[in-house]
C-alpha cells in the first residue's frame, strides 16, 4: 500500500524511477469502485473469474497498446461472461450489450450506458487517490 498519490506520481514510479513495474490506483464512483493502473503496458492479467465471486461484476479493460487490439474482459459471480476487442461488436456470452452497442457507436460509451459507469476524469488526473503497487517486475508474458 502507498499513500495517496496523484497520476503523476505513479508514472514517475512506474516508468521513471522505476521503483515498480505496475501501481494501481482507485475509488469509487456511482457505486463502482474502480482501479486504474499504470505501469508496463499489456502484460497486466490481475483480473480473472476469482476476483468476482460472491456476486461481484468485474469490468477489465485494457489498452495493450504493445500488442493490440484492446480487450475488455467481464467477470460476474466468479464467472468469466465473455470478453471482446475493443471497436469489435460483442458476440457470445457478451451480446447481452447489443441493444447499448446498436444505439451508440463508441465502445467504451456504450459500455458506460449499458453498466451505468461514471469515470471521475478530472479525479483520476488531478486528485490523489489511494495506490498499491501491484507487480515489482514486469511480467513476462500475459497471464504471469
Known sequence: MLDPITFAEA???TFN???SAR?????ECAGWSYAVEQGWPSKAWWADADVSAGGVEVLHQTPKPDDPPRECWYYRDGQTVGRFDIGDT????????LPAFDS????LTALQQHF????????ILDDRLPAVVTAAVPPENLGD
Open 90 to 97: 460483442p458476440e457470445g456470452g457478451m451480446a447481452f450489450l
Open 104 to 107: 451508440l457507436s463508441a465502445t
Open 11 to 13: 508514472e514517475r514510479l
Open 17 to 19: 524511477d522505476r521503483e
Open 116 to 123: 451505468g459507469l461514471s469515470l471521475p476524469r478530472r479525479e
Open 23 to 27: 501501481v494501481a490506483r482507485f475509488g
